[in-house]
């Protein structure tokens, strides 16, 4: 076994190893397992690093190289030791984040993880650039840190990381390679995949530029949660019912075992790597309080039609830009005439919409209303009040905006559910004036005669626009809405006939992460890319030529 021990830090390197570390994680115990396995390739450029923190909190690294003469296994090593210290390095910030106390927010966690990242990848290209066999080397990298109750993600490449959740599987990170970018802007389906050429080309690496985009990410860690994190060695072999039934067994210990072994069984064309982390069972109170939590939260957010199409991802990011706020029984939320930029989602409690002191409608749990504050400045058109003791999510405009800048996929998607919701409301008010007019007219010409007649009903919800619910019936949904679903599997990579590293994957292309295996001095990444500069340039030709038909479409 091949274990550099640095502290109480852990990085692995080596064939059939397992090896498991405990830690404490919101109260309980975790355990930490790694597997791994080369697969049948003659050079091993998987890293995976277990990196204890305190006795709540934990970095859980796997980076996957590539770069030839050995560069891959200096990249992901170095890339993997570089986040490893530079978060060490910050360890009263952590603290002061786990502990409760000082300043430190999530979005400072996010900011270190990112730099973390950044930092390596600045290493990695300096030791490239030092170095010309090493020139154009790199690394996938995705790095878990766990605080006490909550995880932060780091991800740049084409590594996973997986959670597995009260029975469901979720892909916490969106791969960024070249058929992931193919099938996110249809000019690829999953029928295809094999017929690509660059198939494990990736868009992002560590280390090729001095800089790279990293995404980060975080989310509540609930007891009994499970984190797969695994390089693509495994992911191209899995589908949600391998994944499931994997992730469900009794014995953690087993779980990375078993994947190792799937892939082999499907192939093993690739460096394999596997590191699962569980937060075991709370106490039982405590556990029932926060699963509840969180699930009713997430719950109340997906019943809302403006979030109808985003993923499990998706609804957690949205959850971490809110509030939740608790009101007294009879405390005023709201009053109508005033401005206010938040969108309320009613957890708990009753809440009354009144317009000059008329009631209008009771909310109770689950109802949203304030959302039209997310689009225009205009005055409350309503007064909303708690009529018992009441608690809500609150989102407010500006970290509403912010986290659309920052998620474009999902800004399309809100803005064509706030179209349909507004559309929807738009024919209710059409009907409601049509028969309005058709009123009048009765009354204008019946007047003469004292005929009476009967007044529809007029919807009271209309007095607040926005502030009740409203089903979309005949909708049309695009094939861009289904970007990123879940409904169909884990991923938009779903597992098709003989997909994994291509049978003539004999060299690198562009940032390829195929490898030979009988070829360990394999050209640079770098050296490639410029070999394949022409047809990666008719490839973008042929996007940016797709992207101009469709805007003159009619």
Request: aromatic residues 6%.
């Amino acid at each position: 076994m091949n274990v550099h021990d640095s502290g109480a830090s852990f990085i692995y390197r080596n064939r059939d190893m397992t090896s498991a570390v405990r830690h404490q994680i919101a109260g309980a115990e975790a355990t930490v397992y790694s597997s791994r396995c080369p697969g049948k390739e003659s050079a091993n450029e998987d890293v995976a690093a277990i990196v204890p923190l305190s006795e709540s909190s934990c970095v859980l690294i796997v980076a996957d190289g590539m770069g030839g003469h050995a560069a891959g296994e200096v990249a992901s090593s170095l890339a993997a030791r570089t986040v490893r210290e530079s978060l060490a390095a910050e360890r009263d910030a952590l603290d002061e984040f786990e502990q409760g106390h000082g300043g430190t927010t999530r979005k400072d966690i996010l900011r270190l993880m990112e730099a973390s990242v950044q930092q390596a990848c600045s290493m990695v290209h300096n030791e490239g650039v030092k170095d010309e066999s090493k020139r154009g080397m790199g690394t996938t990298l995705d790095a878990l840190l766990i605080l006490g109750s909550r995880g932060f993600i780091a991800h740049v490449g084409d590594a996973r990381i997986y959670l597995y959740r009260q029975g469901s599987v979720h892909r916490l990170t969106e791969d960024h390679s070249l058929i992931n970018e193919l099938l996110k802007r249809g000019r690829l389906t999953r029928e295809q995949i094999d017929k690509v050429q660059y198939k494990n080309a990736v868009t992002r690496a560590v280390g090729v530029y001095e800089s790279v985009e990293v995404d980060v990410f975080d989310f509540d860690l609930l007891p009994g949660d499970r984190n797969l994190l695994c390089s693509d060695g495994l992911s191209c072999y899995l589908d949600d019912p391998i994944t499931l039934d994997i992730m469900t067994r009794e014995e953690i210990k087993e779980i990375p075992e078993a994947f190792i072994v799937l892939a082999n069984e499907a192939g093993g064309k690739d460096n394999i790597t596997a590191v699962v982390v569980r937060a075991l069972p709370a106490a039982a109170e405590d556990q029932q309080r926060r699963v509840q939590d969180v699930r009713q939260k997430l719950d109340a957010l997906r019943a809302i039609p403006l979030f109808k199409y985003l993923t499990y991802k998706g609804l957690v990011k949205v959850l971490n830009v809110t509030t939740t706020v608790t009101y007294e029984a009879g405390e005023v939320i709201f009053r109508e005439d005033t401005r206010d930029d938040a969108f309320f989602v009613l957890l708990d409690g009753l809440v009354q919409l009144s317009r000059g002191g008329l009631p209008l409608a009771d909310l109770s749990a689950g109802a949203h209303f304030g959302e039209m504050a997310m689009v225009d400045k205009a005055p409350r058109s309503a007064t909303a009040t708690a009529l018992v003791a009441a608690r809500a999510l609150v989102i407010q405009r500006a970290r509403f905006y912010e986290l659309l800048r920052a998620e474009p996929v999902m800004a399309v998607k809100l803005t064509w559910s706030f179209i349909q919701v507004l559309n929807t409301r738009l024919r209710m008010t059409s009907r409601e004036l049509l028969a309005a007019r058709e009123t009048i007219e009765v009354l204008r010409r019946n007047q003469a005669g004292g005929v009476v007649a009967e007044v529809p009903a007029f919807d009271p919800g209309l007095a607040a626009v926005g502030a009740l619910p409203v089903a979309v019936t005949d909708e049309l949904i695009p094939g861009f809405l289904l970007t990123e679903q879940e409904s169909g599997g884990t991923d938009p990579l779903l597992r098709v006939e003989g997909q994994g590293p291509p049978e003539d994957a004999d060299e690198r292309r562009g940032l390829d992460r195929s490898a030979p295996a009988t070829q360990p001095d394999r050209p640079s990444v770098m050296a490639f890319q410029r070999r394949t500069q022409p047809d990666l340039a008719v490839l973008r030709g042929r996007l940016a030529d797709d992207a101009h038909d469709d805007e003159e479409a009619p």
